[in-house]
């Protein structure tokens, strides 16, 4: 059995994360799918709109996915281990970085394959973030008869 993983913030789930998980699922037999903690995306210097207990109730409920784990810190590589996973699934936009390409080796190392896949373009959770921000400043511009 093939286990794949990946992981994200998952917020404003969109279909540039329905893409992911799909094509995801479609290369391995069982796909588990981390959601990142609160604690962990503010570390990151973002702060998720949508609550942890939401999302990874969001991402439970996704067809393709079949398991879903907390991922509470920047370890993928012992997420995967632990769970026995073979392939981690990740986002183009790491491919090719002195980063990634040091991970990839730490990856093989351990017989895990990383494969990425393009981001749905023109969709992202920041973007999104963006226009509901816009649209709410401008609402309230509208009532306050500005």
Not at 115 to 120: A, E, K, L, S
Request: aromatic share 10%; charged share 30%; glycine share 8%.
């Amino acid at each position: 059995m093939i286990i794949g993983y990946t992981t994200g913030v998952f917020d404003l789930f969109h279909i540039g994360h329905l893409n992911l998980l799909k094509n995801a699922k479609g290369l391995c037999d069982k796909l588990v799918v981390g959601v990142t903690v609160d604690d962990l995306v503010t570390y990151k210097g973002k702060h998720a709109l949508i609550p942890f207990e939401d999302r990874i109730e969001i991402v439970r409920n996704i067809k393709y996915v079949d398991a879903v784990v907390a991922q509470s810190d920047m370890d993928k590589l012992s997420m995967c281990k632990k769970l026995g996973a073979t392939i981690l699934f990740v986002g183009d936009d790491w491919y090719g970085t002195d980063k990634w390409k040091s991970y990839e080796k730490e990856f093989a190392k351990e017989g895990i394959k990383i494969v990425y896949f393009p981001y749905t373009k023109g969709i992202s959770s920041t973007l999104i973030t963006k226009a509901l921000i816009d649209a709410r400043e401008k609402k309230e511009e509208n009532q306050d008869g500005r």
